[in-house]
């Protein structure tokens, strides 16, 4: 693998490139500026045009898809036509189904859900799991989080309001009481006290991947959540059902967006615990961190942006050094936590690990 593309620059998409140009020559394409200042070459184009999709990708070994969940299908389809890996880290699951299809005739990889939740967080919780011999729970939280909040909703969009909106509206996947289920989002709210500081954790669609398939018949329960400072589940079910804005996603995203503008200083919560038995022995394990902005290449980027580009960066390396299958559907949990930490991008995870 020499020649990756790179789709969608904004703040993920521009810090995506930035990762993978130490090591692979990587070519954006976007229909605007990238959002950030980029060391690699831009094509201007839109994956509306199937053309000029198509033609952009030729020549290309991979392709990472960084746009919004709902434009993420095109560039499968294309990268599928051109016999390539594809890469992209959409939380959509009818997007997943569809890559999964695909991924049946793929000449290369495609792995798709390759950012923080899902991503990362499934890594982490077969890390876990594999532990045991036999199990009871599975629960994976995350949260991504303004550091200083304010405010009734304790919250700023510091990734894809489109993103949040959709994991909000569209039901989860489950196990529970060892049965597969879907659940209401914004539904299942716990607390969660973490080292003094209070969360409130409910459930969001998308985050456990391709879990429930790979548990299925193994557990008892097996759910993902996203955390949150308390009360924000109250105030967007009031948004989005008794105001019955779920049908205007868009003007949703808008009122959000310039209510709660990104923060500079913000941090990803990674939560998760294991219940089961070694042989005879009931046991629990446990793997919690905090991660922060850290400054690469000279530049401080937020904890959002480069945990969720270091995410998807360190799984295009693990393909292309032969870590991971080079063709068909790539399942988050089926990648080794320790290999994913010994990649170039994967490390930046491991200079804040004191848990594991």
Not at 51 to 72: R, W
Not at 173 to 189: A, F
Not at 310 to 319: D, F
Request: charged residues 20%.
């Amino acid at each position: 693998m020499k020649n990756v593309a790179v789709i969608g620059l904004g703040k993920v998409g521009s810090l995506v490139g930035t990762l993978l140009s130490d090591l692979f020559t990587v070519t954006g394409f976007d229909r605007q500026k990238p959002a950030a200042e980029v060391p690699f070459a831009v094509t201007t184009g839109s994956v509306t045009d199937a053309d000029q999709l198509k033609s952009f990708l030729s020549g290309m070994d991979a392709v990472v898809s960084c746009l919004p969940y709902n434009l993420n299908l095109p560039v499968a389809q294309a990268a599928h036509a051109l016999g390539i890996h594809y890469f992209d880290l959409t939380e959509d699951v009818p997007t997943t189904s569809a890559i999964r299809e695909m991924a049946k005739t793929s000449k290369g990889a495609m792995a798709p859900q390759c950012g923080l939740a899902p991503g990362f967080i499934g890594i982490v919780g077969a890390d876990l799991y594999n532990r045991f011999t036999k199990l009871r729970d599975v629960e994976l939280r995350v949260g991504a989080l303004p550091r200083y909040p304010n405010g009734l909703m304790g919250y700023s969009f510091t990734w894809s309001p489109a993103g949040v909106i959709n994991e909000y509206i569209n039901d989860a996947e489950v196990i529970h009481n060892g049965q597969h289920k879907m659940v209401p989002s914004l539904d299942g709210i716990e607390m969660i006290n973490i080292e003094g500081q209070e969360f409130e954790a409910f459930s969001t669609s998308g985050g456990l991947g391709t879990m429930c398939e790979t548990l299925a018949g193994k557990v008892d329960t097996l759910n993902y959540k996203t955390m949150r400072y308390p009360g924000h589940a109250k105030l967007m079910r009031f948004l989005l059902y008794e105001l019955i804005l779920k049908e205007k996603r868009e003007l949703v995203e808008q009122i959000l967006t310039e209510a709660k503008p990104p923060v500079r200083e913000d941090v990803v919560y990674v939560y998760a615990v294991v219940e089961g038995w070694k042989g005879d022995q009931l046991a629990r394990e446990e793997f919690y961190q905090a991660y922060h902005p850290i400054l690469i290449h000279g530049k401080e980027w937020r904890a959002i942006s480069w945990t969720t580009a270091a995410s998807v960066a360190a799984v295009v390396e693990m393909v292309a050094n032969g870590t991971l299958p080079q063709q068909g559907f790539i399942k988050q949990e089926e990648i080794s936590f320790d290999a994913f930490l010994q990649t170039k991008n994967g490390a930046l995870y491991a200079r804040h690990e004191t848990a594991k």
